[in-house]
């Protein structure tokens, strides 16, 4: 491997992508609303797959919806893959997802046009519904498919909003679900994905870019407290079983529990539903989502076990009953130390400073890692923000970031 | 006034109407779906209007929908009136509402067998939408009607679920919207409501019947918690400016508050709706009620203060903004003194124990406090159970409730 081969990357070009990528499913002014298989997301994968061919790759769409674009390698052997999405939350910004599939493309392109093909296969892939927007249950459908964590039944069980399945919307856009197992991989040697930050970190530490060294432990938990529903008025404080009081008992204990752990733990509740909900009513029971997060196997065990113990003792104390299920379990996701290195070297190649990081929000990479070794780089988020159409990257963080990757990608199949 | 004049009240006859009146709208097995204005409202109206034509009442509906039943008074003057509503919650009980206007019409029957026409008049009101379940901002909306505290206009506003106005169901139900400002009554001398208490007060007491000397102050405030919506993985605990966690520090001081104080006081969050509401997104608002209520004048005002000073403080320290909108204030009704003493004398002529307590719940009686003194009459309630099917009181406790109330009428009207 030599670390020393950062192509260069033209600022203007980069910016002229994101704009243009940007105008499919353009909403709220710099937003974009570009759910999987609708007619905006169809065409901004075919934008890309153009730009592809335009840049000499080999364009193909499996059968999951995944785009791949190839430069095939003189050496042949198992393929060096970057990407991300370009499906968007309900509006979502310009750069979540987005931002890695580009990135990949230039630096991609950049590569070729600076160094000839490369030794390995070198591929882009602009992957389909990382999201879950459309699909609240097909989050990572693409990653997934070619993982083979795509079940029997997937295509039509998972359905929209309106009722629509992913097998249909999946055959409106040209794509057979009947097809889809044929998306697996087998031959994938690495996954390198850019992301921007949609945290704070690298603001804080006045950092453009960084390499990412996990994926946190993602665990999403629905929880119920049922009490005795009774009148608000007529049913005096002192004999009441009121599963609000313990919602929110709840609530405070995992959110200090998490500020006491410090960072990177992370407890949220962002969801719950009130029965039967009248304003003159004690509810019967209140149901909500802990979703906690801890980058470190051990830590995030032992986090979610004290979350256990914690909602017992406040449903045994309160005379409520408590039900809880694991709505989504995504264990951590270490990046492979080799590829930390190239991209280390990468940065230092480049004259870009760089910290590491853990990331606190779930990514493809995590999917992909069933096959293959994979790491990240994050580019800094203006005030952390994401999943909004305030979303925003500086170009020249931008750049700083695709100078990473492509150095890392040089390094891996060059 | 005489106190010593109970008639004798058949147990068998008051069974047979509650069940009878039950079979409008049955639901649920022991519960009433009779929701104001409906074809099972109009048919139980119908019902009480036929038993008390039978007994030699003066029958009329007024403009609003309430049922009046007159036993005119050989001396004249202003009405002693009786009721309550057999309008229903979606589902209620056989009991909640409509054993008040049954145990008027068996009283105001009873005094007039027994005892010949009263001095004063006697009335029975069966009175429209006491519960809101079915217009939720028309609640008490026959009692307003009387006391002359429905607005122009609302009978166009006002507007149930599937978008149909009072009104509207007002005409399909034969009474002219347009005339709604002749309900009013300015000849009314007493208004004595006969309830089941929806509360443990009686069971713990081991008591059938209570007097109720107060109504207390109901007051429901919207308060809403806005902070900044953040990634629920990529935003760090120690900068968040978490709404859902201002909203449990809330829940949890306001519930502890009632607790310290005691009974009679009271403080429920009901019903939470939380923007934008995805397990994996820190909220940028959550939105609650707070029912808080206190019988006494002076304690109820001190609460909503506390209420008011406790919020400021958790928004401020937690660098939440805070908006609250008082929904529903209810200030309390004081029972007439005199009307009280009637009680007590009533139930010691028919040998029945009773204690006196104030009402947690809001009643007609509120709204009849505008336009005359009042009282209500409390019958226990299995478990202190209402608004749901399972509400139920025993025969032998109504008897004993009807007594009284039959006995505070003679003491009124003879």
Known sequence: MQANQIPEIDPKKVADMIFTLGEFGAHSGTGVWRTAFSE???????????WSREAGLEVRFDAAGNLWARAEGTEGGDAIVSGSHIDSQCPGGRY?????VLSALIAITALKDAFGPPRKPLELVSLCEEEGSRFPTAGFWGSRAIVGRVRPGDCDNTVDISGI????????AGFDPAQISQAVRDDIAAFIELHIEQGPFLEDADLPVAVVNAITHIRQTKVKLTGQSNHAGAFPMDIRCDP?????EA???????ANALGRPAVTTVGKCSVDPGGSAIIPSSVTFTIDARHPDPKAALELYKTHDIMLSDIAARRGLSVETEILLDLPPCLSDPTFLQAMDRAAQAASIATMHMASGAGHDAQQMAEIC???MIFVRSEDGRS???????????IVAGIK???????QLAY
């Open 40 to 50: 905006q997301w169809v065409a901004a994968q075919d934008c890309i797959a153009g």
């Open 96 to 100: 979540d997802g987005a931002l890695g």
């Open 165 to 172: 399945s992913i097998g249909t919307a999946m055959a409106n």
């Open 244 to 248: 609000m009081a313990g919602f929110a």
């Open 251 to 257: 609530v405070t204990t995992v959110i200090d529990h």
């Open 373 to 375: 070794p994979v790491a």
């Open 387 to 397: 999943h909004t159409p305030e979303e925003f990257s500086t170009i020249e963080d």
């Open 404 to 410: 990473v990757l492509a150095g890392t990608l040089y």
